[in-house]
């Protein structure tokens, strides 16, 4: 690598959030040139309300990310979450709250321990985990539920009302949790342990670390945030049937990539997903303002994250 | 002073390699400043210089894995750069990096064919260095350090290059690998070929060595000849006008220790380890002298809770404990600091994250870290170890000996009882080798107990109060260190009566 690429690589990777907003303004820009006008301050509130749920979900994906794993149910457990607050909701909303989010703790568990005790490769037990988590859903929503279950105004509120008609109420809510993974993952010992297994398992074992303990905490808050995720998202649709969520899975995990977090896990950051998240919203903005069919959608994420990927191991270097 | 290798009349038709004002700086870090190199064909020419001093980056220059700022490299007269390593590869330079560079999750064999090397020579050079009945299915994974290196060697050594590169090699090898390695080295100068070795050993540049290049801080200082006593130049030129003060701080003799017992092993066993017992106290450093593979990996592992005994018992302040974790060993006060510094590392992570490690590893300390305070305690044992952290980002960007530092300075922050070192100066350089051993000696003085592995025997006086000699997986010797010179140690290593006994 010549020295000017090398300052290159060192500028981008010290700021490389600021490269990443700059890409999010661009799209705007883009947009703005399609359509001008298309970009105001609606524009931006419905930006800002559709990237929520998902900034939220893939808060959950980064944590797994970072300690070199991946959590490929966090999109059923948000479906079932949803489902289940609202179909507890008639026996008070905050039961419904309650229940959503214990059935986003119970799966983290049941992650956390196959992955940490029983040592499973995450890719397989959350793949599994997310199978078991529809089939049990539609067995109880067969079984338990008569109608498709509506979501209570409160969450509705949450989920698409706004505060001085532009700021969504559930960007508090993401304001709030960004806060405290971006200050939890630099200040904590936790967060330090969760880039400390993502580098290297041997050599935190040998500090002294029962990584398992991390580990399965940390797929138990993957499991609570998915939850919130999906009840946010309720919220937002003003539904919750029994795929709400699902269409989120990938965006989850390009959030995360886009975001600069390493798929192989040991370094990362959430800010960097938040912006990731933004991202892919305008993005799909973008696509749908272009009337680019879903199936055409789903190429050009794809194509996006091989791009973004590659560019991150060409400039910074990592192997 | 030194012969500068301009004005030195070297510019003969002989020489294979010429590098003169090589230059390479990272960011603010100058690697390089002017490094110049001289190779003749059919030679074997070491490559000499402290921790940081620039080797490794010179020869990732030469083989293309880095491109140079500055400088120029002439190959056979003729004026080359190298815009990777398989241009460099192409031109018949090969090098074996400090690090093994195998990928983790391939096979050998898709390892070799990935990097086109030749598959049956690969072998023949495998057979060579002992290591013939190689199964090529194996992930390297699951392969142990020194084997790794090997396999790295063989593969360079397939493309039959004309100049191979050694960063580091002997560092992770055992005595016997080392010979053999010494001997490929040899037949390659026998075949007109030349080697470019990196060692920290003077011992082994002696023995094996024709010339020395010596760096300091990036600039070429000297051009030794290693043989005809020139060890003692060496080392002046590596160290700079620091040389003195090492040598002067060099071995004190060590009285016996009378402190309260640290540890008790009682008849341990596991693995090669066949029932050994003896007592660590507070105040001393035992030396565990032993060749290879007697089991004193065994017995640094169960102390540290690493692996399990199959028998016998460890008693930490005459209680008998059983450690199932590192976390149970480190909870007693043992605290162990491998040799191997890829185990024990969060490469990507900072200096400071590597070392404030343990400061974070119970559940009571996932709240909130105290930054002012980590900072100083971090700051303490970086100035204590003299870790270079002008690069203050990844500790993969740290030299290899840095790199070994901060797995020691770990533990000086991180508090201990006994500290097992186990073999902690492979690839550091004898400067800071003997600061080690001077830390080493003043943390017994303050109290503490240390066990220590060293690979190589000499080293033992320098550091210890009292030995105890592994054969076999056997006890088979104790003695002060006042007895335990080289001589000694070698006898009773291997095994044999000492010489009185006779
Ligand atoms: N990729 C990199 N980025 C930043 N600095 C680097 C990088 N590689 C090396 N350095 C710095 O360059 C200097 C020389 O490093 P180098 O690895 O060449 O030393 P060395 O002589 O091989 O030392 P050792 O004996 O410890 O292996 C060191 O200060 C090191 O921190
Ligand atoms: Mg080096």
Redesign the interface.
Known sequence: MSSRAAATARIVQQNSIIVLIALLVALAGLIEVIRPGAVNANWVSNILEFAAPLGILAAGQTLVVITGGIDLSVANVATAAAYIMASQAPFGVTRGIVAGLLVGVVVGLVNGVGVAVFRVQPLIMTLAMGLVVTGTLNVYSQAAVRSVPGVPAVIHTLGSGTVLEYVPVSLFLWAVLAAVLIIGLRGTGFGRLLYALGDNQEATRLAGVRGWQVLLTNYMACGLLSAVAGIVLAGTVNAADLSLANILLLPSVAAVVIGGTSIFGGSGSYSGTAVGALILTVLNSVLTLLDVPDAVKQVLYGAIIVLLAAAYTRVLGRD | MAAAPNDDSLTDSGSLLEASGLAK???PVVALRSADLRVRGGEIHALMGANGAGKSTLVKILTGA??A?GGTIRLGGRARTFRSTSEARKAGLICVYQDPSLLPDLTVLQNLILTATPISSFRRYLADLGLGGFDLSTMPRELARPTLSLLDLARALAIEPQLLLLDEITASLPADLTSRVFSVARQLRAEGRSVIFISHRLAEVSALCDRATVLRDGKTVGVVEPAQGGEERIVKLMLGPVAEEVAAEAASPSTPATGAVAVEVRDLKAGTLNGVSFTLRFGEVLGVAALEGQGEKELFDCM?G?RRPESGQILVGGKARSFG???DA??AGLV?I?ADRL???????SVR?NI????????A?????N?RREKRRVATAVKRLQIDTRVTSEVRRLSGGNQQKVGIA?WLA?GFKTLLCFDPTRGIDIGTKRQIYGLVKELAANGSAVLLFTSELPEIQLACNRVIVLFGGELVDEMPASDADERALLRAAHGLPSEEGE
């Not at chain 2, 404030?356 to 559940?363: D, H, S, T, Y």
């Not at chain 2, 300390?365 to 870290?369: E, F, H, L, S, T």
């Open positions: 700086h990272f960011g880095l491109t700022d540290a690493v974790h590192p976390a480190i909870r162990l491998p185990q024990a590392l969060l490469r990507q992570r994250e404030a490690l343990p400061f974070v590893n119970r559940i300390r996932w709240g909130p870290i930054p770990r991180g």
